[in-house]
């Protein structure tokens, strides 16, 4: 499920079947037990997961055709994903 930032007006455009589609995703969860999730908590989470990772995650439109990137299972807590610059900066603070 795509959803888009438009920067130039600070608006999150989702599809039109957006809570639809988070509200079966849901029922498929409460049937296996895990908690269901608000269409916003997913905005956020899936946000939060591409921005601890930009190395890999900022992709242009041509590059997110073709992204070899994999999906988290929704219940997975997001973790901290130490960037290259993050590495370097801390190679370079040790020396």
Request: glycine share 4%.
């Amino acid at each position: 499920m795509r959803v888009t930032i438009d920067l130039d007006r600070d608006i999150v455009i989702i599809p039109d079947n957006f809570f639809q589609k988070i509200s079966q995703e849901n029922e498929k969860l409460q049937k296996f037990g895990a908690q269901p999730q608000k269409g916003i908590d997913r905005i956020n989470r899936s946000f939060a997961v591409a921005m601890a990772d930009t190395d890999n995650r900022l992709l242009t439109t041509k590059n997110a055709k073709a992204s070899t990137i994999g999906k988290l299972p929704i219940g997975e807590p997001i973790k901290k994903v130490e960037s290259t610059i993050d590495r370097d900066a801390a190679a370079a603070a040790e020396k």
